[in-house]
């Protein structure tokens, strides 16, 4: 059963990008939302939509960060909640989880691909 699409075909880029995601909304669910031990309603959709998003990411494994990709999937307002969550929370990964900080500080460096579409398909 296909869970949750992270299984062992998945790319690791993706993969930590989900993880980094995960710490991210965490972050800021527990201290802007006094969540306990999960995320609440709000950041749990928020999440969830992300986790989807990845899943149609057309970049796999060059996927660029969000901040510089050229493919603007995200609807106009899980956009901007996301906005908030990566300014809130990613100067605080560097504190609690600094290696999936530094790796994803190490990925925005990089430029994005061309857009996959546009090239013959694998
Ligand atoms: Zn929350």
Redesign the pocket.
Known sequence: MNTDGAGSREKPRITRERRTVRYMVEIY?RD??H?RGG??E??DGLFTYAMARLDHCVFKDDKPTCKKCPVHCYKKDMRAEMRQVMIYSGPRMLLSHPVLAIRHLLDERKEAPPHPARQTAQ
């Open positions: 669910c802007q939302h969540g995320l609440c709000q950041c």
